[in-house]
């Protein structure tokens, strides 16, 4: 008897996590997590594709100024397409459905459309359906912005290349230097709008999580997912009966013989037909791949990942210390700093910091914590090659206990510090990387005692 009860308990417990469901609360943060981002990245995309259009249009208006001065008459012709394309351009963008109805693939955004339509099967509250449909329509929104964005670049895209042999006759095909990078740019914030999407915030991931235990969801999803709907998989997709009537070697070469084909053909000798086919494909991309980077290489045009990350996206923060030299094997005082740097490019990071001074006694026998002072700072780093940069900076230490701001306020009391030397970032993932910086200080000799020419600091970086 024990046993069938230990048996009915197990068997209860597995049901349970099978048909594991998130709370109402989780529901609702996993809600208003999709809407608030869904509508953030919408707004973003619309402002951005109405820039890159006006963008653009300037372009064209300086080239058709250069076209003016070699060739009038078609200047004149020029002109009249220039404005017919962007008026017609502008127009289709707004009323979307001119443009072909083609979704871009994305599977994070797959996979949350699929749990909402899964979550609007099951018993929520009144408020929480009022989110659920909110929240549909914002990735509907959203999906339907990037297909859109995509769809305008292609007409970009093909002008672009009508233009190019267009230009090539005046000897011109080189001012297109700027319309080419803002078109890299497009593609370029498209693909990030695509990374964002594909990192899922921790409400998303809790539900999800749930909902991937849920038999009744794992079954929906390989129903009603986009990627499902694509192949068409069948109900019993990934089981022993789904392979059971697929047709074999020998079906195959008798299908081949009816219709006057060699029937005595098999995988090996059909994948050396296939073969050299994949070769000249493999050709074509390498060709098309070194012709885009022979154009970049020909305009002197060099890629700033940065710019198409937003102002947040390029924020990089840190911490540090830098411990002073005493007579002891014990440092009498470091100085634990916090930074925030501005990525301006892939190679040059510019940030303020500020740092505050621990005391830390004079040795074993007169350790005490005290707080000797604070500093600000300002730095500059330059990419060397690798890991190896080159930084720079102006510091200003206050080296006083103080008990009130208005001590601050003497300038004389203030030492400063210009600061240059390498810096070795070595990436420890994604996100972070440690810090190891040598650095020397060249205004040590007006300093009064005379400062610590040589600093080393050893820290860390954190980026989004």
């Avoid at 319309?179 to 999800?208: F, H, M, P, W």
Wanted: hydrophobic share 35%; glycine share 6%.
């Amino acid at each position: 008897m024990r046993y069938l009860v230990g048996l009915a308990i197990l068997f209860c417990t597995f049901a349970a996590s099978s048909q594991n469901v998130p709370t109402d609360r989780e529901t609702k943060k996993f809600l208003l997590c999709i809407n608030s981002r869904s509508t953030s990245l919408q707004k973003s995309i619309t402002k951005k594709q109405n820039k890159l259009i006006a963008k653009l249009r300037r372009e064209e208006l300086k080239l058709y100024r250069i076209i003016k001065k070699k060739d009038t008459a078609f200047a004149e012709t020029y002109l009249n397409s220039l404005e017919e394309f962007y008026s017609s351009t502008q127009k289709q963008y707004k009323d979307s459905s001119n443009f072909p109805k083609v979704e871009e693939y994305i599977p994070l955004l797959d996979t949350l459309r699929t749990a909402m339509n899964f979550l609007e099967g099951s018993e929520l509250s009144g408020a929480l359906k009022a989110d659920l449909k909110s929240s549909g329509i914002a990735l509907q929104v959203l999906n339907k912005n990037i297909s859109l964005a995509k769809e305008c670049t292609s007409l970009f895209e093909r002008r672009k290349q009508e233009l190019k042999i267009q230009l090539e006759r005046l000897g011109l095909a080189t001012k297109l230097r700027n319309i080419n990078k803002c078109l890299y740019y497009q593609q370029a914030q498209l693909n990030e709008y695509k990374r964002i999407l594909s990192d899922s915030k921790v409400a998303e991931q809790k539900v999800l999580s749930a909902l991937r235990e849920n038999t009744a969801f794992q079954q929906f999803l390989k129903r009603n997912s986009q990627l499902a709907r694509i192949f068409n998989l069948p109900e019993n997709y990934g089981s022993a009966e789904s392979i059971s009537n697929l047709q074999t070697q020998s079906a195959i070469a008798s299908s081949l013989g009816q219709r006057g084909m060699n029937s005595n053909i098999t995988p090996a000798t059909l994948f050396q037909q296939v073969f050299p086919i994949q070769q000249e494909l493999s050709k074509s991309k390498e060709l098309l791949s070194s012709v885009r980077s022979d154009d970049l290489d020909k305009m002197d045009f060099k890629p700033n990942s940065q710019r198409v990350k937003s102002f947040f996206g390029r924020l990089e923060y840190g911490f540090n210390i830098q411990s002073q030299r005493s007579s002891s094997w014990m440092p009498t005082t470091s100085d634990v700093a916090v930074s925030l740097g501005y990525k301006l490019n892939d190679k040059s990071v510019i940030g303020v910091g500020t740092a505050y001074k621990l005391g830390l006694g004079q040795g074993l026998k007169d350790f005490q914590i005290t707080s000797e002072g604070i500093g600000l700072r300002s730095y500059l780093d330059l990419k060397l090659k690798g890991n190896f940069w080159i930084s720079g900076g102006y510091e200003q230490d206050f080296h006083n206990r103080f008990s009130s701001i208005s001590v601050l306020k003497d300038v004389n009391a203030w030492q400063r510090s210009g600061l240059i030397g390498i810096t070795r970032k070595i990436p420890l993932g994604k996100r972070k990387a440690s810090r190891v910086q040598l650095l020397w200080n060249f205004l040590s000799r007006n300093n009064i005692p005379r400062s610590q020419p040589i600093i080393f600091r050893l820290g860390y970086d954190f980026s989004k």
